[in-house]
């Protein structure tokens, strides 16, 4: 059973920073691919980064910059660190997890954590 716990949400004022965490368990953490997403009401989920199991990182346009994808192997975590936060950062965040070492199977998602900004 793969689990995804997010963790590190809340509020912070415009300018400010957080950092996320996913802690992972349930899978092969180093063979895995994870990102994050965010999503706020009435607005379609949104790649905000990734970081596959090699290391290459990929990052949404509006947070290039300003966010940094990491992940730790030996802990099975996941992390965000977010700077220069605006209140359009304000969203839900999600932790994704792609298995692709098992095939064509469905992405695995976090419960969320809430991040508000503001102004």
């Known amino acids: 059973q793969v689990h995804l716990v997010e963790s590190g949400g809340g509020v912070v004022q415009a300018g400010g920073s957080l950092r996320l965490a996913c802690a992972a368990s349930?899978?092969?953490?180093?063979?895995?691919?994870m990102s994050w997403y965010r999503q706020t009401p009435g607005k379609q989920r949104e790649l905000v980064a990734a970081v596959g199991s090699s290391g290459f990182t990929n990052y949404g346009d509006s947070v290039k910059g300003r966010f940094t994808i990491s992940r730790d192997n030996r802990k099975n975590v996941v992390s965000l660190e977010m700077n220069s936060l605006t209140p359009e950062d304000t969203a839900v965040y999600y932790c994704a997890a792609d298995l692709t070492y098992m095939g064509d199977v469905p992405r695995r998602w976090g419960q969320g954590t809430q991040v508000t900004v503001s102004s």
């Open positions: 349930g899978l092969v953490f180093s063979a895995t691919d």
